[in-house]
């Protein structure tokens, strides 16, 4: 079956970097786009970039532009997020979810991991 | 506030209808872009419930279902029962932000 599993979540200072992860199986990787998708404590759901299939178009939210990069290898079944300078702001639960395309609905979503930017 | 709109809240007793309504606008369910909903059960992830307006996937109860009809859309949930208090979420596509959009989240209560 489809499973999503993320990492790298931890405790970061603010204006500090960290890399997120999502493994993927189950499911042919390299044929489908992934979301990244967080939510705040107590918040609601804010999308946060995207990426296709082959990693060829990648959009960001405007929270995010021009800090977080999304990229894949699609020979390790597996997505990333490089989230640099951090602000407390950023502190969510990140999920990642795949979908066909940008349009189209996010139809697996992992457990999340947990990123908390704090000093 | 978030570019699509549901209310914060709603809540029925089991066995009754509710539904939760999704506002957009020309940007994004107005221009035709396709609505899909999402049950979050508290301590878990998003689950899809509902795709493309009102199609819903495999093991999701024909009590969900939806609709849309313009920059608004709706789902419906009968026979509630105790299972279904969650938050539900709407997400389409803006091509004015070019990006996904998510409605703020409804939290339904059974009473």
């Known amino acids: 079956q489809v499973q999503l599993v993320e990492s790298g979540g931890g405790v970061v200072q603010p204006g500090r970097s960290l890399r997120l992860s999502c493994a993927a199986s189950?499911?042919?990787?390299?044929?489908?786009?992934i979301h990244w998708v967080r939510q705040a404590p107590g918040k609601g759901l804010e999308w946060v970039a995207f990426?296709?299939?082959?990693?060829?178009?990648?959009w960001y939210a405007d929270s995010v532009k021009g800090r977080f990069t999304v990229s894949r290898d699609n020979s390790k079944n597996t997505l990333y997020l490089q989230m640099n300078s951090l602000t407390v702001e950023d502190t969510a639960l990140y999920y990642c979810?795949?979908?066909?395309?940008?349009?189209?609905?996010?139809?697996?979503w992992g457990q999340g991991t947990l990123v908390t930017v704090s000093s | 506030q978030s570019v699509l709109t549901q209310p914060p809240s709603v809540s029925g007793a089991p066995g009754q209808r509710v539904t939760i309504s999704c506002t957009g606008s020309s940007s994004n369910l107005g221009a035709a872009y396709d609505v899909h909903w999402y049950q979050q059960l508290p301590g878990t992830a998003p689950k899809l419930l509902i795709y493309i307006n009102n199609k819903r996937p495999s093991g999701v109860p024909d009590r969900f279902s939806g609709s849309k009809s313009g920059a608004s859309a709706s789902l419906a949930i009968t026979g509630l029962q105790a299972e279904d208090e969650a938050d539900y979420y709407c997400q389409s596509y803006d091509a004015r932000l070019r990006g996904v959009v998510f409605g703020g989240g409804t939290k339904l209560t059974v009473l």
């Open positions: 189950g499911f042919t990787f390299s044929s489908y786009a």
């Open positions: 979810a795949k979908s066909a395309t940008v349009t189209t609905s996010l139809d697996s």
């Open positions: 990426t296709s299939y082959d990693g060829g178009d990648k």
